[in-house]
């Protein structure tokens, strides 16, 4: 069974410095996708990025980005310039594809951002 | 696009009653829908999987009898919290996802739901 594990409960960093979220998981296949989802205090998930396995080069999205190690089975987030909008619990998520589109999440990291 | 609606934002409701919840993707057809439930500063928990016209896929542990599941057209959920107790108090999400012309398969969130049983 595939496991998703966040090591870090929480964190906080110093508005517009750059902090890094860690994830792995662990599975034995080779299609998925990953994802970060972002839950600000309205508890509305918010999806901030994604990969897919099967391409090497990393997402990114504007001042996120990812760090997608497949053979370690890493997928660190980074958020770079942090606003104090990024304040929230993010969530790693892993889905296998294909298969039954479930979600596996991990059990988050609560990020405060410092002003 | 990919708008996830979920009535009622909150309800509260007395022991022993039903309550309903609905979820509706708005500007897509949803091939399968899935409802978490969520405590205070946890993770989402897969409660079911529910697929439009099929019996929903419970997770282990989870009370079919107790959280039941209707997918009864592409746009609309619905779960039912039958004979709600306190220890059903929760936050509720649905998610929606649609196999339809996607190039990445990913679940469209609702904005949730909080139960309060008296």
């Known amino acids: 069974a595939q496991t998703v594990t966040q090591s870090q409960p929480e964190m906080s960093v110093q508005e517009a410095e750059t902090v890094t979220l860690s994830c792995t998981y662990d599975?034995?296949?080779?299609?998925?996708?990953l994802f970060w989802y972002k839950q600000p205090p309205s508890r509305q998930m918010i999806l901030v990025i994604r990969?897919?396995?099967?391409?090497?080069q990393n997402a990114t999205e504007n001042r996120f980005s990812v760090n997608f190690q497949k053979a370690a089975k890493s997928f660190s987030l980074k958020i770079s310039d942090s606003q104090l909008g990024d304040t929230a619990m993010y969530f790693c998520?892993?889905?296998?594809?294909?298969?039954?589109?479930?979600?596996?999440f991990g059990t988050g990291t609560r990020l405060k951002v410092l002003a | 696009g990919a708008v996830v609606s979920q009535h009622p934002s909150r309800v509260i409701c007395k022991s022993g009653t039903s309550v309903k919840i609905e979820c509706r993707s708005l500007?897509?057809?949803?091939?399968?829908m899935f409802w978490y439930r969520q405590f205070p500063k946890k993770s989402l928990m897969l409660m079911a999987t529910?697929?439009?016209?099929?019996?929903?896929?419970?997770e282990q542990g989870v009370e079919k009898d107790k959280f039941l599941i209707n997918h009864a057209s592409l746009t609309l959920s619905t779960l039912t919290v039958t004979s709600a107790h306190p220890e059903d108090s929760s936050f509720y999400i649905c998610?929606?996802?649609?196999?339809?012309?996607?190039?990445?398969?990913?679940?469209?969130f609702g904005p949730g739901t909080r139960l309060t049983v008296l």
């Open positions: 529910s697929n439009e016209g099929s019996k929903a896929t419970y």
């Open positions: 998610s929606a996802l649609t196999l339809a012309g996607a190039s990445y398969n990913e679940q469209f």
């Open positions: 998520a892993f889905m296998q594809f294909p298969g039954t589109y479930k979600y596996i």
């Open positions: 599975t034995s296949e080779n299609n998925y996708y």
């Open positions: 990969q897919e396995a099967y391409k090497q």
């Open positions: 500007d897509f057809q949803a091939t399968t």
